[in-house]
């Protein structure tokens, strides 16, 4: 039974781009005869097919993300999300002093993670898109391929050129392997250390995403639950030993988008038994 690092992940869903991808831009009024699910908007199906009913809207796209601004409330454009062919579940509602939306967009083995914040007659959105990224795990467990990658969190200042990141990734697959990913470095180019105490690696087999476990995870947090508490079974979770000799190191070779290879060796599960050596590639925005 493994836990997942709920307070670095609340950390960044709160802090990590929610407002770096609002665009600014004023929205135009929806018009719901020109604005049908049914009809794809041709700034975003080269990136994102799949996505309907965004024509009205201000809509901004890359490799990496969609930035959205509309003149509805974020309730309504959660729903034209997913009248789509993604299926769109909400992580995190607004709740007391938390004004945001968080939440999961899954279609065909793809997820990407949707940040939504409202204003006044109008929502902002970000989508953060999935890609395929290098993973290799070895010790304890046995993962080599490529993987369906998303950054859920990615927080750094691509400005400062010795500044740090605190990362946050969901890796799925190869197979029916999901790894859950939380580090912090330095974003300089070259070859950085990680720092220990921002350090650990969960994976699972099986169907279900690991991301699918932080929404649990996040919710049971927001709600009172001691972390330390919040455990899933099928899950194991890997951290450094600090009894014995730990190994990191993170090469950057590029910082926006900030890319670059993970690796990790001497990662040791809960009850000190079993030892992993990871390798992952990574591409996140801030």
Known sequence: MGRLRVPAAATLLLIGGLLSGCTGATPPPPTAEADAATTPDPAIAATTPGLFGLSNAVVTATDDRITIDYSVDCTTL????????W??????E???ALDLYLGAMRLEGRTAILRMTPSTGSCSATIDLPSEQALRITGADSIDGTAQYVAFGCAYDPGDEDGAVSLTASYDGPGDAHVLVDAAFTTAMGTNEIDPDGLDVSISHGDASLLSLLDQAIGLSLGGEDE??????????YAPD??????GSVTITSRDPLIGTLDLTGLVDEDGDATIDVTA???CVP
Do not use: K
Not at 228 to 237: H, L, M, Q, R
Not at 242 to 247: F, I, N, P
């Open 94 to 96: 607004p709740t007391g």
């Open 87 to 92: 299926a769109v579940d909400m992580m995190v």
């Open 228 to 237: 330390s508490e919040i455990a899933f079974d099928g899950v194991t979770t």
């Open 242 to 247: 600090y009894d014995g000799d730990v190994a």
């Open 281 to 283: 590639a990574f591409r």
């Open 78 to 85: 959660g729903s034209i999300l997913d009248a789509g062919q």
